[in-house]
Nanobody, 119 residues
Framework: QVQLVESGGGLVQPGGSLRLSCAASVMIVSFYAMGWYRQAPGKQREWVAY???????NYVDSAKGRFTISSDNAKNTVYLQMNSLKPEDTAVYYC?????????????WGQGTQVTVSS
């Protein structure tokens, strides 16, 4: 059974940094892609970043230049380094995994980790 476990969330001041981790219970190279989504209170869940098995990376416009997604295949872990955090980045962040290129939505989700950006 696939499990994705996020960690690294917390409270940070505006301008600060956090690094989220997502540990998978299986080899992450078995997924076509892994990514991060977030959901702020009262808003729909939105995609933030993804990294494919082949190393292709993309970000939502609001994250470009501030967030960096990376993976460590040996540790079966995906990371999201978040710098220059803003209050509008406050949300529950979810790790995701797509089983194949044809996945319309992620096939697997983590339980989420809270990120709060506030002074």
């Amino acid at each position: 059974q696939v499990q994705l476990v996020e960690s690294g969330g917390g409270l940070v001041q505006p301008g600060g940094s956090l690094r989220l981790s997502c540990a998978a219970s299986v080899m992450i190279v078995s997924f076509y892609a892994m990514g991060w989504y977030r959901q702020a209170p009262g808003k729909q869940r939105e995609w933030v970043a993804y990294i494919t098995r082949g190393g292709r990376i993309n970000y939502v416009d609001s994250a470009k230049g501030r967030f960096t997604i990376s993976s460590d295949n040996a540790k079966n872990t995906v990371y999201l380094q978040m710098n220059s955090l803003k209050p509008e980045d406050t949300a529950v962040y979810y790790c995701s995994a797509d089983a194949s290129p044809s996945s319309v939505l992620p096939d697997y989700w983590g339980q989420g980790t809270q990120v709060t950006v506030s002074s």
